[in-house]
């Protein structure tokens, strides 16, 4: 049982180290808008308009730009003219991965989620809870008595998930 646990976790971790998803138009390759970046934390005010075509434009050439601040700003104003839209929560959700403000990214991806239905929302949103976890398990791990069997009990977990996972 032990071992399925570790196959488990491995094929979870090789899909967190393959990355998040990115949408796809139809009919075009890879946005490059859906990829992920680094950042800053607080948006800058973009530029106003009340077309939610040209306000994703904006943001994709932000985000491309590492603008990370003006293309977050982009998009709360996307999502603020297209309330029902997942693509600017799922864009946002990228963003806020990348950065590594997880809590925000799983909270747009769940948005996301409630406005469509999507695989690809679905796996960034796992990925974002199983890098959640690994980190709540390694914090917990240091943080425990050294005496308390939960401490080592994570300490075993981790280690059989990074030797299943770099072998």
Not at 36 to 59: H, Q, V, W, Y
Request: charged share 30%; with cysteine; hydrophobic share 35%.
């Amino acid at each position: 049982m032990r071992r399925v646990s570790q196959i488990l976790w491995a094929l979870t971790c090789i899909m967190l180290i393959n990355g998040c998803a990115q949408l796809e138009r139809a009919g075009s390759g890879p946005d490059p808008s859906r990829d992920l970046g680094t950042g800053a934390a607080r948006p800058s005010t973009p530029i106003l308009s009340n077309d939610p075509g040209f306000i994703e434009e904006r943001a994709r050439q932000a985000y491309e730009t590492g603008r990370w601040d003006v293309a977050e700003g982009y998009y709360l104003q996307w999502m603020r003219l297209k309330p029902t839209d997942d693509r600017p929560w799922f864009e946002l959700g990228n963003l806020y991965a990348e950065q590594g403000r997880l809590a925000s990214a799983e909270r747009a991806y769940r948005e996301a989620l409630r406005r469509r239905d999507d695989a690809r929302t679905l796996h960034n949103l796992g990925l974002t809870q199983v890098k959640l976890g690994v980190g709540a398990l390694r914090e917990s791990q240091q943080r425990l008595p050294k005496d308390d069997p939960a401490r080592q009990e994570t300490y075993e977990f981790l280690r059989a998930l990074l030797e299943t996972v770099l072998p």
